[in-house]
Nanobody, 119 residues
Framework: QLELVESGGGLVQPGGSLRLSCTVSGFTLDYWAIGWLRQAPGKEREVVSCISSSGGSTNYADSVNGRFTISRDNAKNTVYLQMNSLKPEDTAVYHC????????????WGQGTQVTVSS
């Protein structure tokens, strides 16, 4: 069974930090670009960040650029999203997903983890 499993979400105050993890099983992570996407009530789904299969290329949405960092450790079958300087607007369910390349459609999705930023 192919799986992407997110963890690390929770409740944090504005200005705080969280690190999300996406652990992959059932296929070789090395060949896949991994994106982080979020869905918040009343907002459209947004691609937050994506990292290429090699880790050599990353991109970020304007809304998170400079605050979030995506990274991967293929040996651990894990992709991370370090989120700093969190804002209430970052509140959403965060999913990781696999694609052949960043900018293309996502083939597999994780179940999501809730991030809530509130005073």
């Amino acid at each position: 069974q192919l799986e992407l499993v997110e963890s690390g979400g929770g409740l944090v105050q504005p200005g705080g930090s969280l690190r999300l993890s996406c652990t992959v099983s059932g296929f070789t992570l090395d060949y896949w670009a991994i994106g982080w996407l979020r869905q918040a009530p009343g907002k459209e789904r947004e691609v937050v960040s994506c990292i290429s299969s090699s880790g050599g290329s990353t991109n970020y949405a304007d809304s998170v650029n400079g605050r979030f960092t995506i990274s991967r450790d293929n040996a651990k079958n894990t992709v991370y999203l370090q989120m700093n300087s969190l804002k209430p607007e970052d509140t959403a369910v965060y999913h990781c997903a696999a694609a052949y390349h960043c900018g293309q459609g996502y083939e597999r999705w994780g179940q999501g983890t809730q991030v809530t930023v509130s005073s």
